[in-house]
């Protein structure tokens, strides 16, 4: 008993020890763009969308299990490894995409930086520059780790849309009986809000940071086990919090027919329906979600396209010595923050851009990975098992259809 | 044919071959060159081979029946006979595109890895060589294709776009994905790095790649390298060479060092590698790995050279000359009683300055200041700055000598805490 005891404490201890790439990754994933994409999703169409969480989740599991896999057994990034078997062409048209895709991300972090403070009364002319400077300074002066550790123990609040939801009083039964019977409108506008949904939850950019964080851990195949562990976790948390967002815009928006564009105004119309404590909490989570993928995405883009062409890149090298990796890093932040600040920019024309980006390169990303991940003179014997490549597979192929559906729909309604 | 002819080989990649009637026979997959150095003395590994695709079928042939011509900027690849290489050759090749090509190598006067984005090749009536690597912004956009339109571009603001090769002599290729390959590869040109620089590179390599080049290295070498790493490629490196070879690494480093990697490996592992260690260095490791974490033991050299206060300078001189002690060993030596309690301490620059037949206790400095082995050790830091000291004696509660701290791993540890704080 006693033994066994200890041996809990040590096998909890190594959990401890290894955790953070997979749940660091879930969390970024309900960044502001995720959270205005299931706001207006439960919005417009209620509870009738909280089934394609379940696909989802599951080839977010998936794909992020084989990334897990390829660093630990290469040692490699993905970039890498895209680089190094797919050769310069295919490199070139995956980074410029992510690099577009990203700066668009970045402009939608800052949105949600600026539309949370305006809750709370801030304008989005002081909010944006602090906060932009800020996350500057953390990440050029190295206090980044830290840093990414404070924001993990703030995205435990994400959890507080919990709270939002159960304020607005959801229908319980609705909802179970619109994740067993899953609907779908065949038009323009649904598929374009499913392929939204999918892609906000797989994003490209993620794939790359899943490897890269699992190889600065220094993880080895002998701790696969707590890995797949963290995965899935960080897979759970994101599609938990993602289900309480839209539970909490399909029970008061959706119910009193009100139209959204932005998370803030998900905030903001939360207050009469819900109270002014769940539309606070619900800024508060998209402040905090925001910042969090502000401060990690611009760094991971410019890390990836640096790693990918050769250039000297990461934040424990000086500026001379990594002068692409900084101005990029730099230029990214710049520009996504001073989007924000033009005077009626599109900023609903930029989030769609960036997320319809982000779904032509998906399939892309993926079928790399699922080449790479089945190479045996790169995964030796730890290439994919039957099972991976049904799913993978599967994935690609469903994602590539959605996406030429929503191409092709619009010439026939 | 005299002529001069330079090419790159992702110009040649892709590029259909014609016999001398201008009849297609394959397209260019690969070029083939000799990795072993030695055999090519200027430095520039000429091109032995050509892997040509017709149809679905690979074929290797000898590359000197193949003439590259350059005419207008635009290449043609023209073969007067097929002879195919032999399985022996293929195998002891390299393959350009695929092993370089796009792939890391090793920049020896930058000491850091660069990517290849492509290679420049020359030929002249003794064959076409390998001559430099592109790692430049122009040769990636060549690759894309979009190099002269830009340069165009840029030429009209009065810019040019930046490139950047280095020399073959100056590089060490790394990565086989040629899993055919028979001899193992010298990296002769990596011996000349630092060890501290050659680490750097180690860890920069993926896992296949690290483990290949660390064991490419002497064991003198070896040890130098493993004891720069940091813990990660450290324990990675250990659980792939085999118990023998780790275990022959680790007797060459300091004991202080192994414990501390030993630390960071499973139990098993460990025990393994301690029983396949010599005696005398795996009994100090031992005595070592008692000591917990954040103590002053577990940082500690047990490598410290004693002496009785009765002794002569000719004696220590004698000693001194015997043993060979390294150079972190001499920061500080020690006066010990028959028990082996610390009683005093006396510096080099005393030995060298006295004369032979002077004894210790009659330059010996008494009451040293001195660490207990189990005391924290970030009180170190302080003692080291105050008394402006090199190397701190060690000593259990019975005042007997157990080893030294010395400057360079206070400040390691000081380091690691500073990053840890990030």
Same mark, same amino acid.
């Given at each position: 008993?006693?033994?066994?005891?200890?041996?809990?404490?040590?096998?909890?201890?190594?959990?401890?020890?290894?955790?953070?790439?997979?749940?660091?990754?879930?969390?970024?994933? @309900?960044?502001?763009?995720?959270?205005?994409?299931?706001?207006?999703?439960?919005?417009?169409?209620?509870?009738?969308?909280?089934?394609?969480?379940?696909?989802?989740?599951?080839?977010?599991?998936?794909?992020?299990?084989?990334?897990?896999?390829?660093?630990?057994?290469?040692?490699?990034?993905?970039?890498?490894?895209?680089?190094?078997?797919?050769?310069?062409?295919?490199?070139?048209?995956?980074?410029?995409?992510?690099?577009?895709?990203?700066?668009?991300?970045?402009?939608?972090?800052?949105?949600?930086?600026?539309?949370?403070?305006?809750?709370?009364?801030?304008?989005?002319?002081?909010?944006?520059?602090?906060?932009?400077?800020?996350?500057?300074?953390?990440?050029?002066?190295?206090?980044?780790?830290?840093?990414?550790?404070?924001?993990?123990?703030?995205?435990?609040?994400?959890?507080?849309?919990?709270?939002?939801?159960?304020?607005?009083?959801?229908?319980?039964?609705?909802?179970?009986?619109?994740?067993?019977?899953?609907?779908?409108?065949?038009?323009?506008?649904?598929?374009?809000?499913?392929?939204?949904?999918?892609?906000?939850?797989?994003?490209?950019?993620?794939?790359?940071?899943?490897?890269?964080?699992?190889?600065?851990?220094?993880?080895?195949?002998?701790?696969? @086990?707590?890995?797949?562990?963290?995965?899935?976790?960080?897979?759970?948390?994101?599609?938990?919090?993602?289900?309480?967002?839209?539970?909490?815009?399909?029970?008061?928006?959706?119910?009193?027919?009100?139209?959204?564009?932005?998370?803030?105004?998900?905030?903001?119309?939360?207050?009469?329906?819900?109270?002014?404590?769940?539309?606070?909490?619900?800024?508060?989570?998209?402040?905090?979600?925001?910042?969090?993928?502000?401060?990690?995405?611009?760094?991971?883009?410019?890390?990836?396209?640096?790693?990918?062409?050769?250039?000297?890149?990461?934040?424990?090298?000086?500026?001379?010595?990594?002068?692409?990796?900084?101005?990029?890093?730099?230029?990214?932040?710049?520009?996504?923050?001073?989007?924000?600040?033009?005077?009626?920019?599109?900023?609903?024309?930029?989030?769609?851009?960036?997320?319809?980006?982000?779904?032509?390169?998906?399939?892309?990303?993926?079928?790399?990975?699922?080449?790479?991940?089945?190479?045996?003179?790169?995964?030796?014997?730890?290439? @994919?098992?039957?099972?991976? @490549?049904?799913?993978?597979?599967?994935?690609?192929?469903?994602?590539?259809?959605?996406?030429?559906?929503?191409?092709?729909?619009?010439?026939?309604? | 044919?005299?002529?001069?002819?330079?090419?790159?080989?992702?110009?040649?990649?892709?590029?259909?071959?014609?016999?001398?009637?201008?009849?297609?026979?394959?397209?260019?997959?690969?070029?083939?060159?000799?990795?072993?150095?030695?055999?090519?003395?200027?430095?520039?590994?000429?091109?032995?081979?050509?892997?040509?695709?017709?149809?679905?079928?690979?074929?290797?042939?000898?590359?000197?029946?193949?003439?590259?011509?350059?005419?207008?900027?635009?290449?043609?690849?023209?073969?007067?006979?097929?002879?195919?290489?032999?399985?022996?050759?293929?195998?002891?090749?390299?393959?350009?595109?695929?092993?370089?090509?796009?792939?890391?190598?090793?920049?020896?006067?930058?000491?850091?890895?660069?990517?290849?984005?492509?290679?420049?090749?020359?030929?002249?009536?003794?064959?076409?060589?390998?001559?430099?690597?592109?790692?430049?912004?122009?040769?990636?956009?060549?690759?894309?294709?979009?190099?002269?339109?830009?340069?165009?571009?840029?030429?009209?603001?009065?810019?040019?776009?930046?490139?950047?090769?280095?020399?073959?002599?100056?590089?060490?290729?790394?990565?086989?994905?040629?899993?055919?390959?028979?001899?193992?590869?010298?990296?002769?040109?990596?011996?000349?790095?630092?060890?501290?620089?050659?680490?750097?590179?180690?860890?920069?390599?993926?896992?296949?790649?690290?483990?290949?080049?660390?064991?490419?290295?002497?064991?003198?070498?070896?040890?130098?390298?493993?004891?720069?790493?940091?813990?990660?490629?450290?324990?990675?490196?250990?659980?792939?060479?085999?118990?023998?070879?780790?275990?022959?690494?680790?007797?060459?480093?300091?004991?202080?060092?192994?414990?501390?990697?030993?630390?960071?490996?499973?139990?098993?592992?460990?025990?393994?590698?301690?029983?396949?260690?010599?005696?005398?260095?795996?009994?100090?490791?031992?005595?070592?790995?008692?000591?917990?974490?954040?103590?002053?033991?577990?940082?500690?050299?047990?490598?410290?050279?004693?002496?009785?206060?009765?002794?002569?300078?000719?004696?220590?001189?004698?000693?001194?000359?015997?043993?060979?002690?390294?150079?972190?060993?001499?920061?500080?030596?020690?006066?010990?009683?028959?028990?082996?309690?610390?009683?005093?301490?006396?510096?080099?620059?005393?030995?060298?300055?006295?004369?032979?037949?002077?004894?210790?206790?009659?330059?010996?400095?008494?009451?040293?200041?001195?660490?207990?082995?189990?005391?924290?050790?970030?009180?170190?830091?302080?003692?080291?700055?105050?008394?402006?000291?090199?190397?701190?004696?060690?000593?259990?509660?019975?005042?007997?000598?157990?080893?030294?701290?010395?400057?360079?791993?206070?400040?390691?540890?000081?380091?690691?805490?500073?990053?840890?704080?990030?």
């Amino acid at each position: 008993m006693f033994r066994n005891k200890k041996s809990f404490f040590k096998k909890l201890g190594i959990f401890l020890a290894i955790l953070g790439p997979g749940i660091i990754t879930g969390s970024v994933d @309900n960044d502001a763009g995720g959270i205005t994409t299931y706001s207006v999703a439960a919005a417009v169409y209620g509870y009738n969308l909280i089934w394609t969480l379940i696909p989802s989740f599951i080839v977010l599991v998936v794909i992020q299990e084989m990334n897990a896999r390829m660093g630990i057994v290469t040692g490699k990034g993905l970039a890498d490894l895209i680089r190094e078997n797919a050769g310069v062409k295919i490199t070139f048209f995956i980074f410029i995409g992510l690099l577009i895709a990203d700066v668009g991300n970045t402009t939608t972090e800052f949105a949600g930086v600026a539309g949370s403070m305006e809750v709370f009364g801030v304008s989005k002319y002081i909010s944006v520059p602090i906060v932009g400077f800020m996350i500057w300074f953390l990440v050029v002066k190295g206090t980044y780790k830290i840093a990414e550790r404070i924001f993990l123990l703030f995205s435990v609040s994400l959890l507080m849309y919990v709270v939002s939801a159960i304020m607005g009083k959801p229908h319980w039964g609705e909802i179970g009986h619109a994740i067993i019977h899953p609907q779908m409108e065949f038009n323009a506008q649904s598929l374009a809000m499913i392929i939204g949904l999918v892609g906000t939850t797989i994003a490209p950019w993620m794939q790359f940071y899943m490897q890269s964080s699992v190889i600065e851990k220094g993880l080895k195949m002998k701790q696969y @086990n707590y890995s797949l562990i963290d995965i899935v976790v960080g897979c759970v948390a994101t599609v938990v919090v993602a289900f309480f967002i839209m539970v909490a815009c399909a029970s008061t928006l959706h119910v009193n027919g009100i139209q959204i564009n932005e998370a803030k105004d998900a905030a903001l119309a939360l207050k009469p329906l819900a109270g002014a404590f769940a539309s606070q909490v619900f800024a508060f989570g998209l402040f905090i979600a925001s910042i969090f993928s502000a401060t990690i995405l611009p760094l991971a883009t410019a890390f990836y396209v640096c790693e990918a062409f050769g250039f000297e890149a990461g934040i424990d090298k000086k500026w001379n010595e990594a002068k692409e990796f900084y101005v990029l890093y730099t230029g990214i932040l710049i520009v996504g923050a001073a989007i924000i600040l033009v005077p009626n920019a599109p900023l609903i024309f930029i989030s769609l851009w960036s997320q319809v980006i982000n779904g032509m390169l998906l399939p892309v990303v993926l079928v790399c990975m699922m080449l790479l991940v089945n190479n045996k003179k790169i995964m030796g014997k730890y290439v @994919n098992k039957p099972v991976n @490549n049904l799913i993978g597979w599967g994935a690609v192929i469903i994602l590539i259809a959605l996406s030429l559906a929503l191409l092709v729909v619009p010439f026939f309604s | 044919m005299t002529s001069i002819t330079t090419f790159y080989l992702s110009r040649i990649i892709g590029q259909k071959v014609q016999d001398h009637y201008g009849i297609y026979i394959g397209t260019v997959k690969d070029l083939l060159v000799d990795p072993d150095p030695s055999n090519y003395p200027t430095g520039h590994p000429v091109v032995k081979g050509i892997k040509i695709k017709y149809s679905k079928n690979n074929s290797f042939y000898s590359f000197e029946n193949f003439h590259i011509e350059k005419v207008d900027g635009n290449i043609t690849i023209i073969c007067e006979q097929l002879v195919e290489l032999s399985k022996d050759e293929i195998a002891n090749s390299m393959y350009l595109a695929d092993a370089v090509l796009d792939n890391q190598i090793v920049d020896l006067n930058g000491r850091k890895l660069v990517r290849v984005n492509d290679v420049r090749l020359v030929t002249i009536s003794s064959g076409t060589f390998a001559v430099a690597v592109d790692i430049g912004i122009e040769g990636l956009l060549r690759r894309i294709g979009i190099v002269k339109p830009l340069k165009f571009l840029a030429g009209l603001w009065g810019g040019t776009i930046p490139s950047k090769f280095i020399l073959w002599e100056d590089v060490e290729t790394i990565d086989f994905s040629n899993l055919n390959i028979k001899l193992s590869k010298s990296y002769a040109k990596l011996q000349t790095l630092h060890p501290s620089d050659l680490a750097d590179i180690i860890e920069d390599l993926g896992r296949k790649a690290s483990t290949q080049v660390f064991s490419a290295l002497d064991e003198e070498k070896a040890a130098d390298v493993m004891e720069e790493l940091d813990t990660e490629t450290q324990v990675h490196i250990l659980e792939s060479l085999s118990i023998e070879k780790a275990a022959d690494v680790l007797d060459k480093m300091p004991a202080d060092e192994v414990a501390d990697i030993l630390d960071a490996l499973e139990d098993d592992r460990a025990e393994q590698l301690l029983n396949e260690m010599e005696k005398d260095t795996s009994q100090e490791v031992r005595e070592l790995l008692v000591y917990p974490d954040h103590t002053v033991g577990s940082i500690m050299s047990s490598e410290v050279m004693s002496f009785n206060q009765n002794a002569t300078i000719e004696k220590v001189l004698e000693e001194l000359r015997e043993k060979k002690p390294e150079f972190e060993t001499l920061y500080n030596l020690f006066v010990t009683d028959d028990n082996e309690v610390l009683l005093a301490t006396f510096s080099v620059r005393d030995v060298v300055i006295s004369s032979p037949d002077v004894q210790i206790k009659q330059i010996m400095k008494p009451s040293p200041v001195h660490l207990r082995d189990y005391q924290k050790i970030n009180e170190v830091a302080e003692i080291v700055s105050k008394y402006n000291l090199l190397a701190i004696p060690v000593v259990d509660k019975k005042n007997v000598l157990k080893g030294m701290v010395v400057i360079d791993d206070v400040i390691e540890d000081l380091i690691k805490k500073r990053r840890t704080n990030k």
